[in-house]
Nanobody, 124 residues
Framework: QVQLVESGGGLVQAGGSLKLSCAAS????????MGWFRQAPGMEREFVAA????????FYADSVKGRFTISRDNAKNTVYLQMNSLKPEDTAVYYC?????????????????WGQGTQVTVSS
């Protein structure tokens, strides 16, 4: 069992930056692929970024590529999402998720554990 707690969301102007953190409980954090997803009002949850267990491989949605960076610190049981050049369309609740997989996966149904989410609002 893994418990995930996101933090770092908030209100920011377009063009600004935020860094989300997701702290995981347990001693097996490094055995999980980690991902970030987001869900805007009235929209389906969508993939944002994912990172391999070691942190050596990362994947991004086209909409955030070049602006967002996912990273992890296995010693701290934490995964991060650095978000730069934020746009109003990035406004959503952002969720951290963990998958018991050996390869990186980008679909929500592949993830086994989810955090409660943190709100990110980008004003124009």
């Amino acid at each position: 069992q893994v418990q995930l707690v996101e933090s770092g969301g908030g209100l920011v102007q377009a063009g600004g930056s935020l860094k989300l953190s997701c702290a995981a409980s347990g001693r097996t954090f490094s055995s999980y692929v980690m991902g970030w997803f987001r869900q805007a009002p009235g929209m389906e949850r969508e993939f944002v970024a994912a990172i391999s267990r070691s942190g050596s491989s990362t994947f991004y949605a086209d909409s955030v590529k070049g602006r967002f960076t996912i990273s992890r610190d296995n010693a701290k049981n934490t995964v991060y999402l650095q978000m730069n050049s934020l746009k109003p369309e990035d406004t959503a609740v952002y969720y951290c998720a963990a998958a018991r997989r050996t390869i990186v996966v980008i679909t929500a149904r592949e993830y086994n554990y989810w955090g409660q989410g943190t709100q990110v609002t980008v004003s124009s």
